[in-house]
């Protein structure tokens, strides 16, 4: 049971928008940044979108963060092939003094 | 550029213990935090833990407290996690993490190094 909670799937075609959905408590996303990660299968995770909202270089302008309250979520515009991973939100939790992910989304693209 | 390269798999027996190694190149290691985040067969990521390579200070997860380890070699930039008294649920692919920001946020990642217990 993950502190954070995502849709377990997802799923568009080339060229659509999808968004991902992030969902925690007052304790982590509520006053802490929100961080996106993507995982290609059978490798590491990378940073995808830092503080919220921020892109590291080389990450397509297609992904974008957001947050309110105490939720976030990841949109990803004119989906591509390449794009079908696993995608995480993490944030800091305050009261468990650690970090949290969610459980995972898995992205398909049809 | 940045790297984190990861020491191999290992096989070990319930009760025993582990130690991953971690070694950095391509920024200064004593700047940055490391992390070590788990992933277990099938699962989401679960965090561990994370240690200063500036002055060792470490923060576990609560879960892990007093079976985990968490050191560095500042002079070869390595990091290391040890975690003992092994369980079947210990099998995982375990990753180093740079952390970075006032939030050891986690930037640049190892390869990862899976851990299989198992009698």
């Known amino acids: 049971q993950s502190v954070l909670t995502q849709p377990p799937s997802a799923s568009g075609t080339p060229g659509q928008r999808v968004t991902i959905s992030c969902s925690g408590s007052?304790?982590?996303?509520?006053?802490?940044?929100v961080y996106w990660y993507q995982q290609l299968p059978g490798t590491a995770p990378k940073l995808l979108i830092y503080?919220?909202?921020q892109r590291p270089s080389g990450v397509p302008d297609r992904f974008s963060g957001s947050k309110s309250g105490t939720s976030a979520s990841l949109a990803i515009s004119g989906l591509r092939s390449e794009d079908e991973a696993d995608y995480y939100c993490?944030?800091?939790?305050?009261?468990?003094?650690?970090?949290?992910f969610g459980g995972g989304t898995k992205l398909t693209v049809l | 550029q940045v790297q984190l390269v990861q020491s191999g798999a290992e096989v070990k027996k319930p009760g025993a213990s582990v130690k991953v190694s971690c070694k950095a190149s391509?920024?200064?290691?004593?700047?940055?935090?490391i992390s070590w985040v788990r992933q277990a067969p099938g699962q989401g990521l679960e965090w561990m833990g994370w240690i200063s390579a500036y002055n060792g200070n470490t923060k576990y997860a609560q879960k892990l407290q007093g079976r985990v380890t968490m050191t560095t070699d500042t002079s070869t930039s390595t990091a290391y996690m040890e975690l003992r008294s092994l369980r079947p649920d210990d099998t995982a692919v375990y990753y180093c993490?740079?952390?970075?920001?006032?939030?050891?946020?986690?930037?640049?990642w190892g390869q990862g190094t899976l851990v299989t217990v198992s009698s």
């Open positions: 503080s919220n909202n």
């Open positions: 993490a740079r952390s970075v920001g006032s939030d050891y946020h986690f930037d640049y």
């Open positions: 993490a944030a800091w939790d305050d009261s468990l003094s650690g970090w949290v």
């Open positions: 391509g920024y200064t290691f004593t700047s940055y935090g």
């Open positions: 007052s304790s982590n996303i509520g006053i802490n940044y």
